[in-house]
Nanobody, 128 residues
């Protein structure tokens, strides 16, 4: 059975850094996309970044451009988060798009609708 497990969350300081990891296992088909999302209570899940495992294309939400970097090492996808702000505090989820049609538009690839396998999330809290 396929699993995505996030790690690396916790408490970070304003202006500090954190690195999240998403480790994939049990997939019988290679995901086409791995995405990072975040959610705070009462708000929709927000796409933060994605990495295409087909062509290594990446994209970022405007709110994190220049501060966050997505990368991959074997079966783990990382989200390096620098210059953290209190508004980055959220539950962070990684997700995989497996076996479905992948949109060519970054906006769609950053949408939760594109993904059909999710981890349980890891909390990031940035102190002001």
């Amino acid at each position: 059975q396929a699993h995505l497990v996030e790690s690396g969350g916790g408490l970070a300081q304003f202006g500090g850094s954190a690195r999240l990891a998403c480790t994939a296992s049990g997939f019988t088909s290679v995901p086409k996309l791995i995405g990072w999302f975040r959610q705070v209570p009462g708000r929709d899940r927000e796409g933060v970044s994605y990495l295409s495992l087909i062509d290594a294309r990446t994209a970022y939400a405007d709110s994190v451009k220049g501060r966050f970097t997505i990368s991959r090492e074997k079966t783990t996808v990382f989200l390096q988060m620098n210059n953290l702000k209190p508004e980055d505090s959220a539950m962070y989820y990684c997700a995989a798009s497996v076996g479905n049609r992948v949109s060519g538009a970054d906006e769609e690839r950053l949408s939760a609708r594109q993904y059909n396998q999710w981890g349980h999330g890891t909390q990031v809290t940035v102190s002001s």
